[in-house]
């Protein structure tokens, strides 16, 4: 066999491993150790495993990842993230579908926190859920809501898609963290106007709540809240104003939360081992998918097979986008059976080249693949977000009805991948006021 023909036997290889449930990080890693090996020999394999473990675990960029997940488990374990609901269902329950509206929001603050799509789902479920159901909401808009919304976790910052995203294709993580500012808080708006017409539309699906709140409640209720939007500020602000690299901006949020749960007597000990614990365990987790992601594309490489489907691009013409448009469809279809994290190093290696061969901005495709991951996590028959906004409420809710509360938002998704690929300056506006 040629070397190219090794190459993309190894990613049929791969595909095949993922669909036994292999575990990720052993499929891609095994397939490119086992690839090199047959093209360079034993000397070349264990060198490249040797040699891209520890450069991957040198790499100081990748810092941000386990601190804005400490910071996210923190804010989650110790209950801060409880008074952020609180607060959007004090100042919303009045409107149409007010305790959605108030989920979707509550989730887009708890996202700038966790930089996590299945966490903020996981979360606001358990909150969110049960307090609707209480309140005569139907169930798919309930769950429909949370599991949607639960995706802005990848998209306001801080988001750890974004900061691999960035190391992979060696584009500046604070440029791409500030990118997807815009988006997501459009994707909250859309989903925020979905939600009140089809409550206006069809009243049923969630009676009104006529609560008087009185002006002591609400301001009780801001004084809980008001570090959290206040450190979303600071830390967003300070990325984009060049002050802090996004390590920092995750550390002083991290250390910030964790002195806001101990002035309100919220942490202890067990919280913060836990929180410790939970975050070092998702780290290690992904990187163990980056080092195998990293190993393949070292394999490809050797190959030729990047090369190969670069001269394949210029055979046939293909236009920016109608690449775009075939990234679409891939995402969102290896995004039924894929973890967010693994399918975008499982493709990037794939798509990378030909990105830079028809010299397309990688900040902007940067922010529509981390869109298409968002989706992923929506769609059937295996949308992560899904399963677990199931599992958090508990036998009540079948799956069937969680899927048909998401394919709302799906269709809501449409519009705003069109929007986004239509005009870039959403996605580049921002990057484009920061320094180089």
């Known amino acids: 066999m040629t070397p190219v023909a090794i190459g993309f036997a190894g990613l049929i290889a791969v595909v095949v491993l993922l669909a036994l449930r292999v575990p990720i990080a052993v499929g891609l890693g095994s397939v490119a150790i086992v690839g090199i090996l047959a093209i ?19 790499n100081w960029e990748l810092s941000a990842v386990p601190m804005f997940l400490l910071l996210g488990s923190i804010a989650f374990h110790s209950g801060i993230t409880n008074s952020l609901y609180t607060a959007a269902r004090v100042f919303l329950n009045r409107l149409p579908g007010g305790l959605a509206v108030a989920t979707n929001l509550a989730c887009a603050g708890f996202a700038a926190l966790s930089g996590s799509s299945i966490a903020t789902a996981a979360a606001m479920a358990r909150l969110s859920v049960p307090e609707m159901l209480r309140a005569g909401y139907q169930k798919e808009l309930a769950t429909g809501t949370v599991a949607a919304a639960g995706t802005l976790g990848v998209l306001i910052p801080p988001s ?206 940067g922010v529509l693949v981390v869109k298409f991951l968002e989706i992923g996590v929506l769609t059937p028959p295996v949308g992560l977000n899904v399963y677990v906004v199931k599992e958090a409420s508990g036998n009540s809710v079948d799956l069937a009805t969680v899927f048909r509360g998401v394919s709302w938002f799906l269709a809501c998704e449409v519009v705003i991948v069109t929007l986004l690929i239509a005009f870039p300056q959403i996605s580049l506006y921002l990057p484009s006021l920061m320094g180089p």
């Open 40 to 58: 360079r020999g034993p000397g070349a394999a264990f060198g490249a495993l040797g040699e891209i473990t520890y450069d991957f675990a040198a």
């Open 160 to 365: 750890i898609p974004f900061v691999i995203y960035g190391w992979y294709t060696e584009q500046p993580i604070g440029k791409l963290l500030i990118a997807g500012v815009i988006p997501g808080l459009m994707t909250a708006a859309f989903y925020t106007a979905l939600i009140i017409g089809r409550c206006i539309a069809n009243p049923k699906l969630a009676p009104r709540i006529e609560v008087e709140v009185s002006r002591a409640e609400k301001w009780r209720v801001l004084r809980e809240v008001w570090p959290l939007p206040v450190l979303i500020v600071v830390m967003t602000g300070g990325i984009y104003g060049g002050i802090t690299t996004p390590t920092e901006a995750g550390a002083f949020g991290a250390f910030c939360t964790l002195i806001v749960a101990a002035v309100r007597r919220k942490l202890s000990w067990k919280i913060f081992v836990t929180s410790v614990f939970q975050a070092a365990q998702t780290t290690a987790t992904i990187f163990f998918i980056a080092i195998g992601a990293i190993l393949l594309t070292r394999f490809l490489a050797i190959a030729g097979v990047p090369q190969y489907l670069v001269g394949a691009i210029g055979d046939l013409a293909l236009n920016p986008l109608t690449l775009v448009l075939c990234m679409t469809v891939i995402y969102l279809v290896l995004g039924c059976f894929l973890d967010s994290i693994g399918l975008m190093l499982l493709t990037l290696p794939i798509f990378l080249p030909m990105f830079r061969a028809l010299h397309l901005d990688l900040i902007w495709l």
